[in-house]
């Protein structure tokens, strides 16, 4: 400092020169501290990791899935601990100086992972936060563990990648929902964002992005993780997770819960919405136009007409000899339902056809009765009372006995 001040005098013999030198020297300092100090800060926000630099060392922006031991092979839920305490041993003192605020709890059984918080008297019993979640092969399925490390994108097996990844144990890891890029938040594996709430992976615990990022940012390093199985989801339930293989290309290529800058599904949601609202008025609309059915059943044919001017209507007959004839039986549609005007509606209405009687072929009918008999004719007496015999006419002859007329051959009579 001397050499500099003498030098300082060499130059600018002038004290207020000098110190105007050594202000501007005490200021870029100053600058160059500060701007080290935010180069640090952007460094570990960029990473989402605590700003608690004695956790950075353990919160990388890159890593892969391969740089930890692999549980594949490991049973033994007594040489997972045994591995967890040699992982957690380098940040040990780190992970003493206080106790974490939350506790992780992950149900295999119903897929779900419950984030429990202290008490008043320092237990984890208070349900903060629930999760789908989707296990795997290799999850474990007991123990406790305590969180090693972090990885803000880590490479996973079969040449895909997810972001905000909290080591529990070896190779098994919280993370988001694979993706096909590193660093793409468009190349999501949505059929595997479908599968979260069941069984789908590898040994990782996949979450949505949002409840990823949560862990990552609020869980440090030494946070404790059980893992057991039960058909109870926990205090706060399964959350649903809703399925994205239906939206278009362009959106269902990232998760609805990222919150990185472009995801498209916000303005997508909203034009959902305000197609439903749309939707809605319409059906509105409609439905104050609609009219009721009205009971028609037992009005006569044209009585029911005239009740259903507003509709188009189809007769139908039918015969029922119980019910009066032309009144209607049935219709189509339900008495008191709002349907739209001129919907077609259907009457069944009682026809009786009267036939004519049958006339019975051994009585004759009314023109064919006989009247009373009426009496013979009588014939022409003859004058000579006494004579038994008489010649009617030259063919006929009376017999005085019998009634009928003989009739005889015709024959010539000679007097003698």
Not at 175 to 186: A, I, K, L
Request: charge should be negative; proline fraction near 6%.
């Amino acid at each position: 400092m001397e050499k500099l001040k003498q030098l300082i005098k060499k130059v600018m013999p002038d004290q207020l020169s000098v110190f105007i030198i050594l202000g501007v020297y005490a200021v870029t300092i100053f600058i160059s501290v500060a701007i080290y100090s935010l180069q640090q800060y952007n460094r570990v926000i960029a990473t989402n990791g605590s700003i608690n630099f004695q956790e950075e060392i353990n919160t990388n922006q890159y890593g892969s899935i391969t740089d930890f031991k692999s549980v594949e092979n490991i049973t033994d839920v007594k040489e997972l601990e045994k591995l967890n305490q040699n992982e957690i041993k380098e940040v040990e003192n780190e992970t003493k100086e206080s106790v974490p605020p939350y506790y992780i709890k992950v149900n295999y059984g119903a897929q779900v992972v419950t984030i429990y918080g202290l008490d008043t008297e320092g237990n984890y019993t208070i349900p903060v936060k629930a999760m789908t979640c989707s296990t795997g092969t290799y999850t474990p399925t007991e123990g406790v563990y305590q969180v090693p490390a972090k990885i803000r994108w880590c490479d996973m097996i079969g040449d895909v990648y997810a972001q905000y990844c909290t080591q529990i144990v070896g190779d098994i890891l919280f993370h988001s929902v694979p993706y096909t890029v590193r660093e793409d938040h468009s190349s999501l594996e949505w059929w595997a964002y479908d599968q979260l709430g069941t069984k789908a992976s590898l040994g990782c615990i996949r979450l949505t992005c949002e409840d990823a990022k949560w862990i990552y940012e609020n869980c440090r390093i030494g946070t404790q993780v059980e893992f057991y199985c039960s058909d109870n989801p926990g205090p706060l339930g399964k959350p649903s997770t809703p399925k994205i293989s239906d939206a278009p290309d362009y959106v269902k290529g990232w998760d609805p819960t990222d919150q990185a800058e472009g995801n498209p599904w916000g303005e997508y949601l909203e034009e959902l919405e305000k197609k439903k609202k749309e939707e809605e008025e319409r059906r509105k609309q409609e439905e104050a136009q609609k009219i009721k059915v009205p009971n028609v059943i037992g009005m006569t044919e044209l009585k029911a007409k005239d009740k259903l001017l507003n509709f188009k209507i189809k007769i139908v007959y039918d015969s029922d000899e119980s019910q009066a004839n032309g009144i209607v039986l049935e219709q189509s549609l339900e008495p008191g339902k709002s349907v739209k005007k001129n919907t077609e509606i259907i009457l069944t209405v009682n026809q009786i056809i009267e036939e004519p009687p049958i006339e019975d072929p051994e009585k004759p009918g009314e023109s064919e009765k006989p009247g009373e008999p009426e009496e013979p004719e009588e014939p022409d007496k003859p004058e000579n009372p006494d004579d038994t015999n008489s010649i009617v006419d030259s063919n006929t002859v009376v017999d005085s006995n019998d009634s009928n007329i003989v009739e005889e051959p015709e024959t010539n009579v000679t007097d003698v």
